[in-house]
């Protein structure tokens, strides 16, 4: 063991070279870090913009198995005919694994009673010029479980500005959330009763009103004939719903919204929920592209940190394996005594591993949590300024995500733009950041001095070469 | 002790050799000197008797056992200890940290042991303060007698020394020999010292003169 002592004595009496060493060995550590920190930074990101893109699955009437029926049905006045959601299917796939909530949907249209409709659109003009009378009523009713659950929500488009949404609890009330606009025309204020009529007959409901949200798009969600005004829209209990409907709506609903926790699984909970509902009757649709166009993108962005770790401890490796080569020539007397004096040439190879081993603790300690934590900081705040893209997928919550670390423009192999062309439609909403937080923690510390040893290790391996081959003579009497 | 049978060595061609069919017997508790002018072979004979390289013929004994069987390294370690021209300490170190390093590389049986070392360095007249300097402080005849004591507290039974006069004035070179002739006589160990000066040579018990390729005794 007295190559220890010999290590320890050699950096102690040289301290110019083991501060120059140290520094060398500092930078070297810091890139490693750096290529570590985008690395984490990526994974982190990933899993960050993966759980907040989420996917979705919604069982809704199978429209296609209805045209077909359609087209085949020999009547001369053939109608489209689809049958409503189960509800109970509903519930069973909402008991599958990674099915974190559902939201059932429940559309239609009544008109005002005591108050008046903003007014627009009870009438609209057809294809052709025609005009065509609608037979739908001037306030859209929008059945729902929970409006936070609900994508215009969910996405900031429609914000809850008085009194509260509608949960799960406001099943079977009467309970109603309604716009701002009309509000605010009409003098409704939360705690108002208001009364709406049925369409098809003389029956009215009174609804209770518990919640005033302000719709900041511009455009309706009920396009052409019988559209509506944004404004005219309330939200209630998809039971209520169902009732102005009809009984026979009971129990039943337009669609039904799973939300699926692991958006990677998204395609073995489809396969077992068709397992449970007649396809020819419904159908369950994916909708993971969000999921998918940051799967993709991320993968690029994790590549790409993976390449920065190879190629700074490749160029750590080389580099310090030079400077151990200068040293070792500049070494020769002393390895000449050593081997003349009998030591073996592993001791020797062993004594100059152990004064890199020390550099390198040292080095590690100067870079350290503090340098490592502010690198992390740098890193992060510049990938999220010079790289940001914003997903917005269809009807569905936004995500903004980082990039390419340090980069600009398209991430690696287009990543960026990958992002940004995945499948935007629909209102934008607000956006929804995903914060990225990479410190330095005592496992990266490990993983970074693991790979300091590594490439010490390999630094003197390649250096001691000449150990190996160095005979005494030619160095002590030659 | 040590026995040279037939020994030879050339750096290309045999017929070039610097030395053939030497046989020489080296014995315990005696100096001996090997003189000769330079580029005569007297060093290359040097490193083979201290293993530092292998001879192109023949065998070297030591107590009997040929030194390639020993192994060199190990021949180098437990057998040999070797003073240069040039003192080859290790620079970064104090002279007690050079003594006390020797001591544990050759595994001899003082190893360890900081106040035998220390012994010696002050029956070689280094100061305590001298010797926890860097040895690049010392003059050279100090840093000679750092190098001699290196040998002296090691296990060795054969020490070789390669012109250990060869950069000290005459004062420095009188304390030298005598320490050699102190190894050989007081500690028993066969000293073997190659050199150009008559004066080291007459100081030694025996003295070979290496000229034309052969050895004879003077």
């Known amino acids: 063991m007295n190559f220890f002592k010999r290590a320890w004595l050699s950096l102690t009496a040289k301290k110019g070279r083991s501060v120059l060493l140290i520094l060398v060995t500092s930078a070297i550590m810091l890139f490693v870090l750096a290529g570590m920190l985008i690395h984490t930074a990526a994974d982190t990101a990933t899993t960050n913009a993966k759980k907040s893109v989420g996917a979705t699955l919604t069982l809704s009437a199978n429209r296609e198995a209805s045209f077909k029926k359609m087209r085949k049905s020999s009547s001369s006045n053939p109608k489209l005919t689809t049958t409503p959601v189960k509800l109970s299917n509903a519930t069973k796939i909402a008991q599958l694994n990674n099915v974190s909530s559902y939201n059932v949907t429940s559309s239609t249209s009544v008109n005002a009673k005591s108050f008046d409709a903003i007014s627009k659109s009870t009438s609209s003009t057809g294809p052709g010029g025609q005009s065509s009378s609608s037979s739908t009523g001037d306030i859209a009713v929008t059945g729902v479980t929970n409006t936070s659950e609900v994508s215009s929500f969910s996405d900031k488009t429609n914000k809850i500005t008085k009194g509260r949404g509608l949960t799960i609890a406001d099943k079977n009330t009467n309970n109603t959330v309604i716009e701002s606009e009309l509000a605010s025309q009409e003098n409704i204020s939360v705690g108002d009763t208001i009364t709406v009529k049925s369409t098809s007959g003389s029956k009215t409901y009174k609804l209770k009103v518990v919640g005033v949200y302000k719709a900041s798009s511009s455009t309706s969600t009920q396009q052409g004939p019988g559209a509506t005004d944004p404004s005219n829209t309330i939200y209630t209990s998809y039971t209520f719903a169902n009732t102005v409907k009809g009984s026979k709506y009971a129990g039943t609903a337009d669609s039904v919204t799973f939300n699926v926790s692991n958006p990677s699984q998204v395609s073995s909970v489809k396969k077992a929920g068709n397992k449970i509902i007649n396809n020819s009757k419904y159908t369950l649709a994916t909708n993971d592209s969000s999921y998918q166009t940051v799967k993709a993108a991320m993968n690029n962005v994790k590549s790409f940190a993976d390449k920065i770790v190879w190629l700074v401890a490749i160029a750590g490796t080389i580099t310090l394996a030079l400077i151990v080569i200068l040293m070792i020539r500049e070494r020769r007397h002393e390895i000449g005594v050593l081997l003349a004096l009998g030591e073996s040439r592993w001791k020797i190879v062993g004594q100059f591993f152990v004064e890199m081993v020390v550099v390198l603790i040292v080095a590690i300690g100067i870079g350290g949590k503090f340098v490592g934590d502010k690198l992390g900081d740098q890193l992060v705040s510049q990938e999220s300024s010079s790289t940001s893209a914003t997903i917005s997928a269809p009807g569905d919550k936004s995500v903004q995500m980082s990039g390419k670390p340090g980069g600009s423009g398209g991430g690696p192999g287009g990543g960026n733009s990958a992002i940004a062309g995945g499948g935007q439609t629909g209102t934008t909403g607000s956006t929804q950041e995903t914060n990225l937080d990479v410190n330095v923690t005592v496992l990266t510390m490990v993983e970074l001095g693991g790979f300091g040893l590594a490439i010490m290790f390999l630094s003197t391996m390649i250096a001691s070469g000449g150990i190996l081959r160095l005979q005494p003579k030619k160095v002590l009497i030659e | ?218």
């Not at chain 2, 000769?36 to 292998?54: E, R, Y």
């Not at chain 2, 050759?106 to 305590?128: E, N, P, V, Y």
């Open chain 2, 1 to 218: 002790m040590l026995k040279t049978n037939n020994l030879g060595y050339w750096y290309t061609q045999q017929k070039n050799s610097l030395f053939e069919n030497v046989n020489l017997e080296f014995k315990a508790g005696q100096s001996c000197a090997i003189v000769g002018q330079s580029g005569s072979g007297k060093t290359t004979f040097l490193s083979l008797i201290a293993g530092l390289d292998k001879p192109k013929e023949g065998t070297i004994e030591f107590d009997g056992s040929d030194i390639n069987q020993i192994g060199l390294t190990n021949y180098r370690k437990k057998d040999v200890s070797i003073v240069f021209q040039s003192y080859n300490l290790f620079t970064y170190m104090s002279p007690l940290n050079n003594l006390l390093t020797a001591l544990a590389v050759t595994q001899s049986s003082h190893a360890g042991d900081k106040d035998f070392a220390m012994d010696m360095l002050r029956k070689l007249g280094l100061t305590d303060a001298q010797m926890k300097k860097n040895v690049q402080q010392l003059s050279g005849g100090q840093q000679q007698r750092v190098a001699i004591a290196r040998t002296m507290v090691c296990d060795a039974k054969l020490v070789v020394a390669d012109e250990p006069t060869g950069n000290l004035d005459e004062d420095n070179t009188a304390e030298v020999i005598e320490l050699f002739q102190q190894i050989a006589h007081e500690q028993g160990k066969c000293v073997i010292i190659v050199t150009r000066e008559s004066t080291v040579a007459k100081a030694c018990d025996n003295a070979y003169r290496l000229a034309k390729h052969e050895f004879s005794m003077i």
